[in-house]
């Protein structure tokens, strides 16, 4: 008989609300949308969760047994062995290290957090004393939460769905896409707002569809975002459109920013954006007059060396416009209670040794205990200050997604031990030295904490067999933890850490279940006017005297934010900007191998204006090379008439998972391999330049054998 239970997707941190069908065997059939549930479901255009999840539960791909590494690094040949085995070998390995090198010499290198997985590995790093924990922060949630942290005060600021804006901006994101959680104002609450009369202003170099009903749909060149902003800021300065009122009562530091936009001028602001002047005035009229204003912000802001600033720049204008704390704008919120994950990572008598990270010069990454990717691989490469010699990846596949691509495969080449967790054999897994296969969420009890800044969080229950031996990746940790003679810090079953976890709720884990979600409380302006920002002055911050004691500038400038990362003389040999978003149909590099989303996309496509295609003598639908500095890859292209003409919009994560032998073709396709780590990067976060790469374009080499191109679907099914 078939059951349906009630599920939240995993497959990004948006968690809709989904129904699951399961069979008579237990597997998962079908999930489709909950949308009765009252709860959020805000399904992405692709259906990524209900077109992944019954597929990738039982996906005959999925990694099932631990393996150690038989032929040489990279031939992907492999000899089964028992999770005893697996564990003592890499206790073994990190005691050599840990006693040889010093602990320093061991990184964890994480992905975002999918269940217990991130939590778990914080704490080791802590009671191994490594101050070497990889993350994904320089380039994810960290720079606009701390723009938030300083403006404002908490980086839990969220969308009001309450209460109709005048005017939504939806600033290098793509809700549709990639979730509508995160900012926490789904597409039906924009569709409300629109109907009622807000104003759309989209600045989006590429297109969405969102773009269609757009009011005015800024094509800016990418990266040039912190150049906008302040733009925006000077033009609603010097047309007297701020609100006085609000800045008198509620702020600190406007004459300095008011001082701050005589440094530049609107010429200045349409040369490095391409936005014409008049258009850059009318969005900041709008803005500032059709309140409330709101900006949906996202991930396009943070990819650059300049990335705090820039963030920084785009919350002085809910500052100036008085927007924060009022109905229909932005709002502080009060995270649900349950165990603040940091409680969990840290603790009191072992405190991070930072002064020996490797990521020690970027100080917002040391508080938040992250080291910047590149700072890893540029540190396995040079052995300065000192040599890595181990790391653990967990949920994570750096050889495509981060900056350098063939750096990175060098670095973690060079590394003398790499362990990589995961669901899919993948490029990085295929050079580690021992594969764990990890059991996502619906295949173990789990629960679902992030994005931190939302402070939600979402009960998880076990409802499918996981594959094989795969193991949660907190057991694995928990495990190893014994092993490590870490036993007092952890537990004796892993699954203890999900009571832990839930008891500032007053509830059991399995007493949540039954709850299935806790959420934040939203705060008011008027609730407490007094004391509503959380800022050491209690004020909307323009300037940060935090900031300042960071050593990093306390109000954003044009000269930093418009730095260029590259110089004019890069353009000369590469002149056109590459950018990307992420794929509508899959998560970030993951879950390419679930056949139900080829039929949204099958392979890396890019998009150029139809006069550069004709200028570089590119056709339509044929495969192209881009070029960078660093190196050169194919992707197919797709000419379209709104990207600007010096604009390339490629496609991120992509390699072949049926090409086994060769590391599964990382370089191929890879929008990384064009990208670099290399510095000035954001001096505060550690960000890297990932907009507005310089690049130039021209027709495909014919592949090369060793390529492996299957010849025929049969061929291909069979090295699936
Ligand atoms: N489907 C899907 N969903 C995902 C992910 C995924 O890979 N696929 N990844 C998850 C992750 S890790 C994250 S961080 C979030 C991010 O999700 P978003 O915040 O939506 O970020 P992106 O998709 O990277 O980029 C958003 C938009 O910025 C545009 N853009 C590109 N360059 C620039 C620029 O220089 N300036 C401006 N203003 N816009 C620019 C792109 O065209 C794109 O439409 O999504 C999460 N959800
Ligand atoms: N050029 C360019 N580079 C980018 C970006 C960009 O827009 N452009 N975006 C950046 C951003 S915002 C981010 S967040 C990063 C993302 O980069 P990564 O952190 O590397 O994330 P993914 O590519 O999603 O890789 C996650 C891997 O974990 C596996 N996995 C899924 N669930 C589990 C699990 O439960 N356990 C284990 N052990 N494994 C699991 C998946 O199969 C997948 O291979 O990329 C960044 N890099
Ligand atoms: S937006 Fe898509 S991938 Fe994200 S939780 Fe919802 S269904 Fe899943
Ligand atoms: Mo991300």
């Known amino acids: 008989m078939k059951t349906v239970k009630d599920i939240y997707c995993f497959v990004c941190p948006s968690h809709c609300a989904l129904k699951a069908t399961f069979d008579e065997t237990g597997k998962i059939?079908?999930?489709?949308?909950?949308?009765?549930?009252?709860?959020?479901?805000?399904?992405?255009?692709?259906?990524?969760?209900?077109?992944?999840?019954?597929?990738?539960?039982?996906?005959?791909?999925?990694?099932?047994?631990?393996?150690?590494?038989a032929g040489e690094r990279g031939r992907n040949q492999w000899i089964r062995i028992t999770w005893d085995e697996a564990l003592d070998t890499i206790a073994e390995k990190m005691k050599y290290y840990r006693d040889n090198f010093g602990p320093e010499s061991i990184a964890m290198v994480l992905g975002e957090p999918k269940s217990m997985d991130y939590a778990f590995l914080q704490r080791f790093a802590t009671f191994l004393e490594t101050p070497n924990v990889i993350t994904p922060g320089n380039y994810c949630g960290v720079q606009t939460g701390h723009a938030d942290q300083f403006s404002i005060g908490t980086m839990h600021v969220l969308s009001d769905p309450q209460g109709d804006p005048g005017c939504i901006i939806i600033w290098g994101a793509n809700p549709l896409n990639t979730g509508s959680n995160f900012r926490c104002y789904s597409r039906a609450q924009v569709k409300r707002a629109l109907k009622n009369g807000a104003k759309l202003i989209m600045m989006e170099p590429g297109h969405n569809r969102y773009c269609d009903s757009a009011d005015h749909?800024?094509?800016?060149?990418?990266g040039s975002d912190g150049a906008l902003a302040m733009g925006m800021v000077k033009v609603i300065i010097e047309e007297d459109l701020y609100d006085k009122d609000y800045i008198a009562k509620n702020t600190v530091g406007f004459e300095e920013l008011k001082k701050e936009v005589a440094n530049f001028t609107l010429e200045d602001v349409a040369a490095e954006t391409w936005i014409p002047i008049e258009t850059l005035r009318e969005v900041s009229r709008i803005y500032a007059t059709a309140k409330p204003g709101m900006i949906l912000w996202g991930n396009a802001l943070e990819n650059s060396a300049a990335a705090l600033q820039i963030c920084r720049a785009v919350s002085m204008l809910r500052g100036l416009t008085g927007n924060v704390g009022v109905v229909?704008?932005?709002?502080?919120?009060?995270?649900?209670?349950?165990g603040r994950p940091g409680r969990f990572y840290f603790d009191r008598s072992h405190p991070r040794p930072t002064g020996k990270s490797i990521g020690k010069e970027f100080p917002i990454a040391m508080g938040a205990a992250y080291v910047p990717t590149q700072s890893l691989v540029q540190t396995i490469l040079s052995e300065d200050p000192y040599p890595v010699k181990m790391a653990m990846c967990h949920v994570t596949n750096p050889l495509l997604t981060y900056p350098d691509s063939v750096a990175t495969y060098e670095a973690f080449m060079k590394l003398p031990f790499l362990v990589v967790a995961e669901i899919f054999p993948t490029s990085t897994m295929a050079i580690a030295d021992i594969v764990l296969p990890a059991a996502l969420p619906l295949e173990h009890d789990s629960i679902a904490y992030w994005p931190a800044w939302l402070g939600h969080i979402r009960a998880q229950p076990k409802c499918v067999e996981p594959p094989g031996e795969a193991w949660p990746d907190a057991k694995m940790i928990n495990e190893l933890a014994k092993r490590m003679g870490m036993r007092e810090h952890f537990f004796e079953n892993w699954e203890e850490s999900l009571d832990?976890?839930?008891?500032?709720?007053?509830?059991?884990?399995?007493?949540?279940?039954?709850v299935r979600?806790?959420?934040?409380?939203?705060?008011y302006l008027n609730d407490d006017p007094e004391r509503y920002f959380k800022t050491p002055s209690g004020k909307f911050e323009f300037y940060s005297q935090q900031m300042a004691q960071l050593g990093i500038s306390p109000l954003p400038t044009y000269k930093e934010v418009s730095a260029a990362r590259f110089g004019k003389e890069a353009f000369e040999h590469y002149p056109l900007y590459l950018t990307n978003g992420k794929e509508g149909a899959y998560f970030s590099s993951g879950y390419r191998h679930i056949e139900a989303m080829k039929k949204y996309k099958a392979e890396a496509i890019c998009e150029m204006h139809p006069d550069t295609a004709a200028k570089y003598k590119l056709k339509d639908g044929e495969m192209i090379t881009i070029e960078s500095r660093k190196g050169r890859i194919q992707q197919r292209l797709k000419t379209a008439d709104y990207i600007h003409p010096k604009v390339?919009?490629?496609?991120?994560?992509?390699?072949?998972?049926?090409?086994?032998?060769?590391?599964?073709n990382w370089r191929k396709y890879n929008i990384n391999v064009l990208s670099d780590g290399d510095k000035p990067n954001c001096p505060a976060t550690g960000s890297v330049q990932l907009r507005g790469i310089p690049v130039r374009v021209y027709a495909a080499e014919p592949v090369m054998e060793t390529q492996c191109l299957p010849t025929s679907e049969n061929e291909r099914q069979e090295s699936v």
């Open 29 to 69: 059939v079908k999930v489709i949308a909950d949308s009765r549930s009252g709860q959020h479901c805000d399904i992405c255009d692709c259906a990524k969760g209900p077109n992944t999840i019954p597929e990738v539960h039982s996906h005959g791909k999925r990694l099932q047994f631990p393996m150690k590494r």
């Open 328 to 338: 229909g704008g932005e709002l502080i919120n009060t995270p649900a209670k349950f």
């Open 500 to 514: 832990l976890m839930m008891a500032d709720s007053g509830m059991t884990f399995n007493e949540f279940c039954a």
């Open 217 to 222: 749909w800024l094509r800016l060149k990418p």
């Open 517 to 523: 979600v806790l959420g934040p409380t939203k705060h």
């Open 648 to 664: 390339v919009m490629a496609a991120f994560g992509w390699w072949d998972t049926w090409a086994e032998d060769n590391e599964f």
